[in-house]
């Protein structure tokens, strides 16, 4: 299941307090049209005053005092819509949700078109658990605001528990492509495949159980949770089902490669070559083994050759394609497919040790040193990037749940 998050601050787009349509209601009342002028009368200057105590508040962070300035304006000024919108707002902010709910739908009768409290009425639903009337409100907002990842991310997260994984899956993915490095967005969307994934086992199990794809699906699962020796032992029976099947000797190669079995990947790697010889990347794995192993660097050049001409672009078998070279003492070729690979992966760390070792061995220290210090500093961006998704999984496990 999803963990549930906090909700967000009103630093987020959707969930901004809109304090310049109060501002403009309240400080420009003769150039609003005739309907806003019908919707927003008696703006006195008690009005004026409060909202600018209520501001005021707001800004050293004085939510209460701010909550009791804006409930005496909508006293005051009861069909100013916006007012319900910030209300509501800080109620959210608060975790008062029923609060927030109450004064965000009364807003919204009075001004459907307010996208940001359509966003926060969802949220506050989301909240209380009411997830049906949550995704309306939501789906409003985004339909009025197609780029509000707020109110897409609370949408995606809505979906979910209403269990439609397929149209969360759509939201997640296009936030991915617009916020690229949002690990949260990556992290739910991970969470997401995981259950899609137990969720077409279960389908193919209703089918039969003992089918080769069930176990194949069983096994991705397993993987994916880098449980490789249950992996094993479902990717198996996919063999032994369907020992001439493009696939089922690759993924059971794939996981004794990850538990750096190397014989029994390499057996299975050449069957898989065997049923595809187009795969690509067990062509390139071969070549690996036999440098993991330190063994035939010609036998390793050659297959990353293969495998090369099969996927030109597949950067890790232009990695080792260039570990091999070092090892034969060709260390321009080396550098040359280095640099190559660079220019599609400039931020693989690997590719810059290996660079260094090769100017090295051409006696070019200073290039040498160069390549090494990038390398420093990307495994040390790596590093820091751990170390922030570790932090950011034990404050998500103290979230409330």
């Known amino acids: 299941m999803l963990r549930k998050y906090p909700p967000p601050s009103l630093c987020s787009a959707a969930l901004t307090i809109p304090v310049l349509l109060v501002a403009i209601a309240l400080a420009l009342p003769g150039q609003l049209t005739s309907h806003a002028r019908a919707a927003a009368p008696q703006l006195d200057p008690r009005v004026l005053k409060l909202y600018s105590e209520a501001k005021a508040a707001q800004t050293r962070n004085d939510i209460p005092v ?11 000024a009861p069909r100013l819509g916006a007012a319900y919108n910030n209300l509501g707002a800080l109620y959210l902010r608060q975790g008062e949700y029923r609060k927030a709910a ?21 949220t506050s639903l989301f909240q209380l658990g009411e997830y049906a009337e949550a995704r309306v409100r939501l789906e409003a907002a985004l339909r009025a605001n197609p780029n509000d990842d707020s109110a ?9 528990k209403v269990e439609d994984l397929e149209s ?22 991970g969470q997401l495949y995981m259950q899609l994934s137990e969720k077409a086992l279960a389908q193919l199990n209703a089918v039969d159980p003992n089918s080769v794809f069930a176990h194949e699906v069983s096994g991705d699962v397993m993987a994916s949770m880098k449980n490789y020796d249950g992996a094993i032992l479902e990717y198996k029976k996919a063999v032994e089902m369907a020992p001439h099947q493009a696939g089922t000797h690759y993924k059971l190669a794939d996981a004794y490669w990850s538990l750096t079995e190397w014989d029994s990947a390499a057996q299975h790697f050449q069957a898989e070559l065997n049923n595809d010889p187009n ?28 495998a090369l001409a099969l996927c030109p672009k597949l950067t890790q078998a232009r990695v080792d394609h260039a570990r091999a070279l070092l090892l034969l003492d060709r260390n321009d070729d080396a550098v040359r497919e280095l640099k190559a690979a660079e220019q599609t992966t400039p931020e693989e760390p690997s590719l810059h040790f290996h660079l260094a070792q090769a100017y090295r061995a051409l006696g070019k220290s200073q290039e040498a040193r160069a390549e090494m ?16 998704r570790a932090r950011q999984v034990i404050e998500n496990k103290k979230a409330p749940q």
């Open 66 to 76: 701010a909550i009791e300035k804006y409930e005496a304006i909508l006293q005051a």
């Open 102 to 122: 109450h004064i965000l739908q009364k807003g919204l009768k009075l001004n459907p078109d307010m996208p940001s409290a359509s966003a926060l009425l969802g």
């Open 152 to 160: 897409e991310l609370m949408l995606a997260k809505d979906l979910v």
């Open 168 to 189: 969360a899956a759509n939201h997640l993915r296009r936030l991915a492509h617009r916020q690229p490095k949002n690990q949260e967005v990556f992290y739910l969307l």
């Open 279 to 306: 795969n690509c990347l067990a062509q390139w794995k071969l070549g690996n083994i036999l440098l993991a192993q330190h063994m035939s660097p010609d036998d390793a050049l050659a297959d990353t050759d293969r």
């Open 373 to 388: 210090a990038i390398f420093s500093k990307l495994e040390e961006q790596a590093r820091a990037a751990v170390a922030e």
